[in-house]
């Protein structure tokens, strides 16, 4: 059976997405090739941050490696685009972590916004959990450096129908999880004179601004952190001292863990544990989960829509997947079950339980293959369009099984009957007592047929017609044996009747026994089809439930904050949209097969 769940350990870090001559993203062929080899699910971790804050050396650290993404020791922004780093992922045993890292936001060498926008869009939409990576303390100033927030409801669309042109509504629900990290953080967590964890320290900072007079500076003040509060279910905050001297600092890529503050080393391990247990698989709306190679065309299809100036969108990007991966799905499962029968079936097989046997344990893996490389499957129109691929193989198998046997069975009787025939050619039994002797050779030869091993399903179907080819010839010495009188040749003859009969029950229920096995072929693909696609959507349904609560459970504390806070007209906006969310799934259903 093949490795369905296949990774790359990459050595060192590629370049994912780039821009071209013309200034425009593009995805770098590489990377898609790389990617296209991965068929486990993918853990995503992006980071973003302003250039020369120290991201790359976060994902080095998650690599665990000292060296990987470059660091840089000058002021000068060294990543540029969008680069990544697969590897086995250390505790999720079947995944792939893929590490993102990102051009520097707000390098003024480069006086492009509009750029940047599109480089946080995209670890926005690419990551299960963003990173974002800044210096000193979660002031008002920092919050402001994360603008790019404000602009996503320009820059993402979930529904490709909707008309609402805000649908930052059903962001929660599509985005990643958030960390901020904090570097060479130098004061002490507290909040009014008490001790407070780095997720307070987040909250307080993301604290709203009561505002009677509506200034445009509160409005400001509050849209951002509204954004962040509002489109992350899951926010997480990591706070991280000065690893050593600045000194030191210039050969961060030649440090090991000893040269580095013990107070630094024990909190960036701490970020590295959470970052390997809390982040989930990489998925779609409903659960849907993403292979390295489904992740490889759906950064390809977001990079293509912002090319013609379009906005991404989720909705298409779900259909473009479905369309690449489907069709591709349904070639290399199919192909699959060539190959295997071609090596594992040797015809003509003994019985039609060999062969249906072999059929139904390749038909096991094929549908496992297809299951795991397909993506929303509407109406299983794919999968069906397998099996009927698949059934046609196997029709075209027995066929063939049923000319290889007739063959062998046909070569086996020339053999076993040869000098039975030969006598008869030289009229050695047209005899008094002749009969006797051919009815005696005739069944040693019948004896040698059946014992013969390779005949094949149509052992005895061949030889009853080999049987009926021969009555005449049985007649004709019936007739010419002048020992026998004319009762014991009718005797002869009702005998040779009853043999016949006898033989075509034989015949018939060779017959039967073929036809029967192969409606329980049928019925047993149809179960394996059904089962292990069952099993996939209580997956898929799962994920989507957690999916569900997770978004619930943060709007309904969004809703109790802002309560709180004194904000009780978005208060009462988000209890409509916990409202309609609990309708949307109630009312979604499925069907299948």
């Given at each position: 059976?093949?490795?369905?769940?296949?990774?790359?350990?990459?050595?060192?870090?590629?370049?994912?997405?780039?821009?071209?001559?013309?200034?425009?993203?593009?995805?770098?062929?590489?990377?898609?090739?790389?990617?296209?080899?991965?068929?486990?699910?993918?853990?995503?971790?992006?980071?973003?941050?302003?250039?020369?804050?120290?991201?790359?050396?976060?994902?080095?650290?998650?690599?665990?490696?000292?060296?990987?993404?470059?660091?840089?020791?000058?002021?000068?922004?060294?990543?540029?685009?969008?680069?990544?780093?697969?590897?086995?992922?250390?505790?999720?045993?079947?995944?792939?972590?893929?590490?993102?890292?990102?051009?520097?936001?707000?390098?003024?060498?480069?006086?492009?916004?509009?750029?940047?926008?599109?480089?946080?869009?995209?670890?926005?939409?690419?990551?299960?959990?963003?990173?974002?990576?800044?210096?000193?303390?979660?002031?008002?100033?920092?919050?402001?450096?994360?603008?790019?927030?404000?602009?996503?409801?320009?820059?993402?669309?979930?529904?490709?129908?909707?008309?609402?042109?805000?649908?930052?509504?059903?962001?929660?629900?599509?985005?990643?999880?958030?960390?901020?990290?904090?570097?060479?953080?130098?004061?002490?967590?507290?909040?009014?004179?008490?001790?407070?964890?780095?997720?307070?320290?987040?909250?307080?900072?993301?604290?709203?601004?009561?505002?009677?007079?509506?200034?445009?500076?509160?409005?400001?003040?509050?849209?951002?952190?509204?954004?962040?509060?509002?489109?992350?279910?899951?926010?997480?905050?990591?706070?991280?001292?000065?690893?050593?001297?600045?000194?030191?600092?210039?050969?961060?890529?030649?440090?090991?863990?000893?040269?580095?503050?013990?107070?630094?080393?024990?909190?960036?391990?701490?970020?590295?544990?959470?970052?390997?247990?809390?982040?989930?698989?990489?998925?779609?709306?409903?659960?849907?989960?993403?292979?390295?190679?489904?992740?490889g065309n759906l950064a390809e299809t977001y990079v293509e829509a912002i090319r013609s100036g379009q906005v991404p969108c989720l909705d298409n990007a779900v259909e473009s997947l479905a369309l690449i991966q489907n069709g591709r799905a349904i070639t290399e499962a199919l192909q699959f079950y060539q190959s295997e029968m071609s090596s594992k079936v040797q015809l003509p097989t003994e019985t039609q339980e060999e062969l249906s046997d072999i059929h139904a344990a390749v038909v096991k893996e094929t549908v496992e293959i297809f299951l795991s490389a397909s993506f929303n499957d509407r109406d299983q129109k794919h999968q069906q369009e397998l099996m009927e691929n698949v059934k046609k193989e196997y029709e075209e198998y027995c066929r063939r099984n049923v000319e290889e046997s007739r063959k062998m069975s046909k070569s086996i009787i020339s053999r076993a009957f040869a000098s039975v025939e030969t006598a008869v050619k030289e009229g050695s039994y047209m005899r008094p007592g002749g009969y006797a002797d051919y009815r005696s050779d005739m069944d040693k030869a019948t004896e040698q047929y059946r014992s013969e091993k390779g005949h094949g399903i149509m052992k005895e179907e061949v030889l009853k017609e080999y049987m009926d080819e021969n009555e005449g010839t049985a007649q004709s010495i019936l007739s010419a044996d002048k020992s026998l009188t004319e009762s014991e040749q009718h005797i002869e003859a009702e005998r040779l009747k009853t043999e016949a009969l006898e033989q075509n029950q034989r015949v018939l229920e060779e017959q039967n026994k073929i036809q029967q096995k192969q409606i329980e072929d049928q019925q047993k693909t149809y179960n394996e089809n059904l089962d292990q696609l069952q099993k996939k959507m209580a997956e898929e349904h799962k994920r989507a439930q957690e999916e569900y609560e997770r978004v619930l459970n943060a709007k309904m504390k969004e809703q109790r904050d802002l309560l709180e806070e004194g904000f009780k007209k978005r208060s009462d906006e988000l209890q409509r949209e916990i409202m309609a969310l609990r309708s949307q799934s109630r009312g979604s259903s499925c069907q299948i097969l």
């Open positions: 059976m093949p490795n369905m769940m296949s990774t790359v350990e990459m050595a060192e870090p590629v370049c994912l997405i780039d821009t071209d001559m013309s200034g425009r993203l593009c995805v770098r062929r590489e990377a898609v090739e790389i990617l296209d080899k991965i068929t486990q699910p993918v853990v995503v971790v992006a980071v973003v941050g302003l250039y020369r804050t120290g991201k790359s050396y976060l994902m080095n650290r998650l690599a665990g490696k000292q060296r990987g993404f470059a660091l840089g020791a000058t002021i000068e922004s060294k990543t540029k685009g969008i680069w990544m780093w697969c590897v086995p992922h250390p505790i999720k045993e079947g995944h792939t972590l893929v590490l993102v890292d990102t051009e520097g936001l707000g390098d003024v060498n480069k006086g492009d916004e509009k750029h940047d926008t599109w480089i946080f869009c995209l670890a926005v939409l690419l990551s299960c959990t963003l990173v974002y990576n800044s210096m000193g303390t979660i002031d008002n100033d920092a919050i402001e450096k994360l603008q790019y927030v404000t602009e996503l409801t320009k820059h993402i669309k979930v529904k490709s129908d909707s008309k609402d042109k805000d649908q930052s509504k059903d962001f929660m629900s599509i985005f990643p999880s958030f960390v901020w990290v904090v570097r060479d953080f130098t004061l002490t967590l507290e909040l009014e004179g008490r001790p407070i964890t780095a997720d307070q320290y987040l909250d307080s900072a993301l604290k709203l601004k009561k505002d009677k007079g509506s200034s445009p500076e509160v409005s400001r003040y509050n849209q951002l952190r509204m954004c962040l509060r509002e489109y992350f279910s899951v926010r997480k905050c990591f706070v991280l001292e000065r690893p050593a001297n600045t000194k030191k600092m210039r050969q961060m890529e030649q440090l090991t863990d000893a040269d580095l503050d013990p107070s630094f080393v024990e909190q960036a391990q701490d970020f590295c544990t959470y970052i390997f247990h809390n982040t989930q698989a990489k998925t779609m709306n409903g659960g849907l989960s993403l292979t390295g190679r489904m992740w």
